[in-house]
């Protein structure tokens, strides 16, 4: 933190998901951390329950995310630590779901939510390499037990598949993390034709696209 400019001002959002034992240990052990670091913590609770139909996952990452973005204020930055293998993980299971190239782009560096920015400043480095600056730097962490439980989609693509694909293609996640930029290129390239043919489109009457002038499209498009 001493090489951060002091005229920006850091704050930490832990949500507590209620949905382990050691929860509010976890609160707690964040609280402390935050307190060493003189950063101002805050601690929410939300209900992360599965809706009929609804993974367990997903309910917990809808959320987490709303309740993040509630919290924040017009001027902040969100960050978080998702790192090169969580974008691995999350192409290959888009990929598995027969995603385009939204769900492909995976997840972006930097994104708008709401009336903020969402900033992922750990992406291009992986689990070990962070894991290695945790150790030599003496950071203390906690360890969330149900990330070996493979009744998950996440963990189980991270726990067997990644490891078996990783054998022979020892760069995986390297190449994965270029797909996944490559799809975001794509994603960008498709939205702006959009955005191009639509307003060729527009008439008098905004709420109506012709159908002559679609067909004048290809079918892609």
Not at 104 to 122: D, Y
Not at 139 to 158: A, I, K, Y
Not at 196 to 220: C, F, G, N, W, Y
Request: glycine share 4%.
């Amino acid at each position: 933190l001493a090489v951060i400019p002091c005229d920006i001002s850091f704050r930490a959002i832990h949500i507590n998901h209620g949905l382990q034992k050691a929860a509010d240990t976890w609160s707690q052990h964040c609280s402390v951390i935050c307190e060493e670091l003189n950063m101002p913590f805050l601690n929410v609770h939300v209900d992360a329950k599965a809706l009929q139909g609804e993974s367990p996952e997903n309910a917990a990452r809808n959320a987490r995310y709303d309740a993040l973005v509630s919290e924040l204020k017009g001027n902040e930055c969100l960050l978080t630590a998702h790192h090169k293998n969580d974008q691995s993980e999350t192409l290959l299971l888009q990929l598995f779901r027969g995603a385009g190239p939204a769900g492909l782009s995976s997840m972006p560096t930097v994104r708008k939510t709401g009336n903020s920015i969402h900033a992922r400043p750990l992406l291009d480095f992986n689990h070990d390499e962070l894991l290695q600056y945790a150790k030599e730097n003496k950071l203390n962490w906690v360890e969330d037990p149900s990330n070996n439980n493979t009744d998950f989609d996440r963990n189980l693509v991270r726990q067997k598949i990644l490891p078996l694909i990783k054998e022979r293609w020892q760069q995986l996640d390297n190449s994965l993390s270029q797909v996944a930029s490559q799809q975001q290129d794509c994603l960008e390239i498709i939205e702006a034709m959009a955005a191009i043919d639509l307003a060729s489109m527009v008439t008098q009457r905004t709420e109506i696209i012709p159908i002559h002038a679609l067909q004048k499209l290809s079918l892609a498009r």
